[in-house]
């Protein structure tokens, strides 16, 4: 499930948005703590952010300057401003798409689907979520929860992208030997058991004790 967080000071349009997108069954963050929107940023890790100009203590152009600093998740300025100049230091401030207030409901929900399409479904999806506070990063090969971060050995992230590259599907033990083989590592049967073990260790620790990677007897192994 895609995440989106509204960063938006009207109460009667957070709302509003925060319907409209779990409608279309996306998951919303919109109380926000306009003193900390970068803080609250990197904790709950949005696909995807909706950014008003005119906020309290800090103004939007500021907080996408900062969000910029540590992500490059897509940000689409929602505001009431007109001029040109507006939109010019949004877009230079680090934002990806700029639409006025008053606007249709409908006209901002395709602008979001676009935006979310061109940066996650047209090159290899680097977020796989395990579920709704948990993502495996498949560039950096680290675990997400929330705000804790967990590394994966290289050994760990070949298991991991492997078995979410066939997800819902058994991978057995000689395919995962095989994409071991060819990072140079030599393995072996009790090597890969090793593997799978602390691999499964860590994944309990982070999801309080979730059994993500099954085992399916005689077979291989999987995650749902």
Not at 187 to 212: C, F, P
Request: with cysteine; proline share 2%; glycine share 4%.
């Amino acid at each position: 499930m895609m995440k989106i967080m509204i960063v938006e000071d009207d109460p009667v349009l957070a709302r509003e948005l925060e319907l409209l997108l779990k409608k279309w069954d996306f998951q919303v963050k919109a109380d926000i703590d306009f003193k900390h929107v970068d803080r609250q940023c990197l904790k709950y890790a949005p696909d995807l952010i909706l950014l008003d100009i005119n906020l309290p203590y800090y103004d939007g152009f500021y907080w996408c300057q900062k969000i910029r600093n540590t992500s490059t998740v897509p940000i689409l300025f929602i505001s009431s401003r007109e001029q040109n100049a507006d939109k010019i230091m949004a877009l230079s401030a680090g934002g990806d798409d700029y639409i006025e207030k008053p606007f249709d409901l409908e006209v901002l929900l395709v602008k979001i689907k676009a935006m979310l399409r061109r940066t996650y479904e047209y090159k290899q999806l680097e977020k796989e979520y395990l579920d709704d506070d948990t993502c495996y990063d498949l560039l950096s090969g680290r675990l997400i929860h929330n705000d804790q971060v967990l590394e994966l050995t290289k050994s760990e992230s070949k298991i991991m992208t492997t078995l979410l590259e066939h997800r819902g599907n058994c991978v057995s033990r000689e395919q995962l030997m095989m994409v071991l083989w060819n990072t140079d590592e030599f393995v072996t049967d009790a090597t890969l058991s090793v593997h799978i073990s602390r691999l499964r260790n860590k994944l309990k620790e982070l999801m309080s004790g979730q059994e993500v990677i099954k085992t399916k007897k005689g077979v291989g192994y999987y995650i749902d």
